[in-house]
């Protein structure tokens, strides 16, 4: 169940995509939503970074749609429409949209240098603290590999 913003100007797309979305348990909601169907493309250009939007796309309109993919539009529901069609594209787009904001927020609190020593200190784990390997598996020199782990204090004079 999700809360859905219906931007569609032809009518009877509108009525028929209320229905099926209604019937699954969806919430049609203009003003609180969690995911966009639209038939505007150029409304789908605006806000597909800050919402998962689904297109409405005809045999004609496909490679329109899926170059709106290209920039970010998460996908397209083909008309005419089958029933179960916008009600999975919807469950998809709200669990990929979940899972893509957890990991900015994840991202974004932390440095780039931070990023950095936790991925070394877990590939020198993985490694069994073996250097070379480290050093292999990581991309850079032994000589880099040793400074930076005495950064993170994992370095010991032997």
């Not at 019937?23 to 203009?30: A, H, Q, V």
């Not at 490679?63 to 539009?73: F, Q």
Request: aromatic letters at 8%; a positive charge; one cysteine or more.
């Amino acid at each position: 169940m999700a809360r859905v913003a219906l931007l569609v100007d032809d009518i009877r797309a509108r009525i028929t995509l209320k229905a099926i979305l209604e019937s699954k348990g969806n919430i049609i909601d203009i003003e609180k939503y969690e995911v966009v169907i639209t038939d505007k493309y150029d409304i789908a250009r605006k806000i597909c970074r800050d919402y998962p939007v689904i297109v409405i796309a005809s045999v004609s309109k496909i490679p329109i749609a899926v170059e709106l993919m290209k920039i970010g539009v998460f996908g397209y529901i083909f008309v005419p429409f089958q029933p179960e069609e916008a009600n999975l594209m919807i469950e998809r787009a709200v669990a990929y949209w979940k899972c893509v904001a957890g990991e900015k927020s994840d991202m974004s609190m932390k440095t780039l240098r931070e990023v950095e020593m936790e991925y070394i200190r877990k590939v020198y784990a993985e490694c069994g603290f073996c250097k070379k390997e480290t050093a292999k598996r990581l991309g850079i020199g032994r000589n880099t590999l040793w400074r930076k782990l005495k950064e993170l204090k994992l370095e010991q004079n032997t």
